[in-house]
Nanobody, 119 residues
Framework: QVQLTESGGGLVQTGESMRLSCGASGSTFNVKGMGWYRQAPGRQRELVAH???????SYGDSVKGRFTISSENAKNTVHLQMNLLQSEEAAVYYCNALSVTETSLEVSWGRGPQVPLSS
């Protein structure tokens, strides 16, 4: 089992920046990638950014060029730097970890810090 602890979040103004962090603990030796998803009220959860154990990054189309995901592998921690936040990006941001073994695939979720935005 992998446990995820998120930090960051809180009220930010439109156009400003925010950094979220997520640390993994527990059975982290099988973690192959970590990332962030977000869910706004009335909308489906969507990918924000993902980074795998080799450092390969992927982003949702709407955040490309503004958001950056990075990892500290030795600390099992990922960071999400969000710049030029837009009002429609107010959501709960969930950290996610993918663990792969020979016999199973497990997805772990954090509790999700709120990122409300004010104009």
């Amino acid at each position: 089992q992998v446990q995820l602890t998120e930090s960051g979040g809180g009220l930010v103004q439109t156009g400003e920046s925010m950094r979220l962090s997520c640390g993994a603990s527990g059975s982290t030796f099988n973690v192959k990638g970590m990332g962030w998803y977000r869910q706004a009220p009335g909308r489906q959860r969507e990918l924000v950014a993902h980074i795998d154990s080799s450092g390969s990054e992927s982003y949702g189309d709407s955040v490309k060029g503004r958001f950056t995901i990075s990892s500290e592998n030795a600390k099992n921690t990922v960071h999400l730097q969000m710049n030029l936040l837009q009002s429609e990006e107010a959501a709960v941001y969930y950290c996610n970890a993918l663990s792969v073994t020979e016999t199973s695939l497990e997805v772990s979720w954090g509790r999700g810090p709120q990122v409300p935005l004010s104009s």
